[in-house]
């Protein structure tokens, strides 16, 4: 079986702050992680993958992810946030061991970032 | 990219009438589609997974003759949902995989029904 939480419903930055949304995972074997990015009334948008290797992973719009094998996390982050990165962040999980191919999404989590 | 597209964008429909949604991939063949449901504020719902030449397989709880799931070609899937009503209205996104070995996901713009 495989589940992922996304233990904040709502994160709130200023502009300029750092920013972490955060996810933890559970899978049988290893997994493959990822992150998407939906704006309001639009679909989602893939921001980044964990497949194998560097555990720091860089993806679109200056985002980047690092994967923690002990923690079972693959917390989102970005140096400096910007307002325009307001929108909802889900975080999403298969397990690489076989099984079933599709992924499991959090419940998603907003982010706000302030002027 | 990878890109994938549904049609209509938005649609309000009276209540009892039929509604078709179109995805496609555009630059990729897509042999699984999978097609959510999101209410406000809320995360994915996923309601069925589609193949490519075979029948739709529905999660629990998702009726299979209200939503119908069509995959004829590799490049297509459509949902149907029969006999609309309010409860219905939804936002439906539809996404295709490229490669089902990583299970990376591309995701279509999502149709706003408004059953009335």
């Known amino acids: 079986a495989q589940s992922v939480a996304q233990p904040e419903d709502q994160v709130n930055v200023a502009e300029g702050n750092p920013l972490t949304v955060k996810c933890t995972y559970s899978?049988?074997?290893?997994?493959?992680l990822f992150w998407y990015v939906q704006y309001p009334n639009r679909g989602l948008q893939f921001l980044l993958k964990?497949?194998?290797?560097?555990?720091l992973v860089k993806g679109s719009y200056g985002f980047e992810a690092e994967f923690n094998k002990s923690q079972t996390s693959f917390h989102l982050k970005k140096p400096s946030a910007l307002v325009s990165d307001s929108a909802l962040y889900f975080c999403?999980?298969?397990?690489?061991?076989?099984?079933?191919?599709?992924?499991?999404f959090g419940r998603g989590t907003s982010l706000i970032v302030h002027p | 990219g990878a890109v994938v597209s549904q049609h209509p964008s938005w649609v309000i429909c009276k209540s009892g009438t039929s509604v078709k949604i179109e995805c496609r991939s555009l630059?990729?063949?897509?042999?699984?589609m999978f097609w959510y449901r999101q209410f406000p504020k809320q995360s994915l719902m996923l309601m069925a997974t589609s193949n490519e030449g075979s029948k739709a397989t529905y999660e629990q709880g998702v009726e299979k003759d209200k939503f119908l799931i069509n995959h004829a070609s590799l490049t297509l899937s459509t949902l149907t949902v029969t006999s609309a009503h309010p409860e219905d209205s939804s936002f439906y996104i539809c996404?295709?995989?490229?490669?089902?070995?990583?299970?990376?996901?591309?995701f279509g713009p999502g149709t706003r029904l408004t059953v009335t």
């Open positions: 899978v049988s074997g290893n997994p493959y």
């Open positions: 999403a999980v298969r397990d690489r061991s076989g099984g079933s191919y599709i992924p499991t």
């Open positions: 964990y497949i194998t290797g560097d555990n």
């Open positions: 630059d990729f063949q897509a042999t699984t």
């Open positions: 996404s295709a995989l490229t490669l089902a070995g990583e299970g990376e996901q591309y």
